[in-house]
């Protein structure tokens, strides 16, 4: 049995419209307007970093202001440590849980000390006026959040990524037990984005807070999550409805191919050794490759990205030889033509190499 914090029964996520009903009911609907996804029914155990992934448009934000409150769902319900989301205060659900959105906030003047203290508006009167604990707790979201440096100036004087890392302190502040954050990582640089999912990850090992965070960053995801939440596309003749979801270790999904099929395209594919996506451009042929390590990877990711399948296999007449000793590189490049090998101690010129032999071939047919 899991620690869970949150779980969601059944819960059905949309946009209602009332005028709507007597279609709804005409054509047998159970909702009237707008269902993104219905049937879900999630947990999140404490101290757990889940990311939830999935196409433009799939559901993440809906999905995440409805568990937030901020949205009524169509049916079913959530519980957040063990009590009904509709049954608790506005006070009560913020003591609970804390959303952090990417949108521009509309702060007026305030400084960051302020609007991180603002997170405490559960726990004082209604004044607003901070207790000596407050205040601590203030601080202490500030210094753990790395924001203590700039947290005299005002939010609108920051850059997004410092910006970004004031929202994630406010709600350290609030002190909830589940911390949902829609795209915390959009607008950041990589350092920045790399630092934001680092602390996420560090408050849900050490402080064993339960963070959900949407995100279109597969490659962080894969790397922070305990879990993923996948909202993947269905085919709506397979069961009538458009989004399923699905929750397992990011290994899992990479390993039975649901990642893949959650993002499906033509144009690219998904490369389950790297756990990335890969443009599909196999218009030169194949070639293949023979080697291990650091130098093979790159010398296939140089192949693929001048158009070249690439496949590991020593008998084909048309395949490239890698090897590295003491920092000194060897390609040895057959063009499936004459026997003997070109000898090659640099990548550029195996890339020029094969381009050349492609055309010269061109001109002779
Ligand atoms: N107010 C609204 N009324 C009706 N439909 C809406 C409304 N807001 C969003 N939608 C629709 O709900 C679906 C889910 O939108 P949502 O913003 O939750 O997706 P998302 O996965 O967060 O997308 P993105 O990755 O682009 O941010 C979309 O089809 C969207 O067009």
Not at 15 to 30: D, S, T
Not at 111 to 124: D, E, I, K, W
Not at 215 to 236: C, G, K, N
Not at 299 to 305: S, V
Request: glycine fraction near 8%.
């Amino acid at each position: 049995m899991k620690n869970e914090v949150l779980l969601t029964h059944d819960l059905a996520i949309g946009y209602q419209n009332r005028r709507l009903v007597k279609e709804a009911e005409k054509h047998g609907r159970k909702y009237p307007g707008k269902v993104v996804a219905d049937n879900l029914s999630l947990d999140l155990a404490k101290g757990e970093l889940v990311c939830l992934l999935g196409p433009n448009g799939s559901g993440k934000s809906t999905l995440m202001r409805t568990i937030a409150g901020v949205q009524k769902p169509l049916g079913g319900h959530v519980t957040l440590d063990g009590r009904s989301l509709e049954r608790l205060s506005t006070k009560e659900t913020a003591r609970l849980l804390s959303l952090v959105l990417t949108d521009r906030v509309m702060t007026g003047n305030l400084s960051v000390y302020a609007l991180v203290a603002l997170g405490r508006y559960p726990y004082t009167g209604w004044m607003g006026k901070l207790s000596k604990d407050d205040e601590t707790v203030v601080r202490e979201a500030i210094a753990i959040t790395g924001t203590r440096r700039f947290a005299c100036r005002h939010i609108s004087d920051l850059s997004d990524g410092e910006r970004q890392k004031v929202m994630i302190a406010r709600a350290l502040a609030q002190d909830t037990p589940v911390i949902l954050l829609d795209e915390p990582t959009a607008h950041l640089d990589l350092p920045n984005r790399i630092e934001v999912v680092r602390l996420l990850k560090q408050l849900a090992r050490e402080r064993g807070k339960s963070i959900v965070m949407s995100t279109h960053e597969l490659d962080l995801a894969l790397q922070a999550a305990d879990r993923i939440w996948l909202m993947s596309p269905v085919q709506a003749e397979e069961s009538g409805k458009n989004i399923e979801m699905i929750s397992g270790m990011p290994e899992e999904l990479i390993l039975d191919g649901r990642l893949e099929k959650a993002f499906k395209r033509n144009g690219f594919e998904f490369d389950r050794e790297s756990g990335s996506f890969r443009i599909n451009q196999h218009h030169e042929g194949c070639i293949g490759l023979v080697g291990e390590g650091t130098l093979a990877y790159w010398t296939k990711r140089a192949l693929e990205r001048i158009g070249y399948k690439v496949v590991i296999d020593a008998s084909l007449p048309c395949r490239i030889e890698v090897s590295e000793d003491r920092g000194n590189r060897w390609w040895r490049y057959y063009n499936g033509k004459s026997g003997e090998p070109f000898e090659i101690q640099d990548i550029g010129s195996v890339i020029s190499c094969i381009k050349k032999n492609k055309t010269d071939s061109e001109i002779v047919a």
